[in-house]
């Protein structure tokens, strides 16, 4: 199974990036979907979150700025980061519970991280 990320990059603030992570292998269902973030020396903090049946949940920091979408037919997550902000600058991971043609006890699946750089 891979969790392949794209989106990230740089940009002023105020601006706007798209974050999309595809799930790929031998995937029988997918549960939970989201995104996580890093910046270095501090802890993983969850960003935003969609269940099955799109049940969202955010951190407060993002709320109402930040918008956690899905395409379950495409094992597919989004996040649309709207008025971005300097402290938004961090690399961000996406993770699936999945549950696989070859072992149906659901785990957790990380992407490889995608840098979002949000300065002047």
């Known amino acids: 199974v891979q969790l392949v990320e794209s989106g990230g990059g740089l940009v002023q603030p105020g601006g706007s990036l798209r974050l999309s992570c595809a799930a790929s292998g031998s995937i029988f269902n997918s549960y939970a979907m989201g995104w996580y973030r890093q910046v270095p020396g501090k802890q993983r903090e969850l960003v935003a979150s969609?269940?099955?049946?799109?049940?969202?949940n955010y951190e407060d920091s993002v709320k109402g700025r930040f918008t956690i979408s899905r395409d379950n037919a495409k094992d597919t997550v989004y996040l649309q980061m709207n008025s971005l902000k300097p402290e938004d600058t961090a690399v961000y991971y996406c993770?699936?519970?999945?549950?696989?043609?070859?072992?149906?006890?659901?785990?957790?699946?990380w992407g490889q991280g995608t840098q979002v750089t949000v300065s002047s």
């Open positions: 969609i269940t099955m049946s799109d049940s969202t």
């Open positions: 993770y699936a519970d999945l549950s696989l043609t070859t072992m149906p006890r659901v785990a957790r699946y």
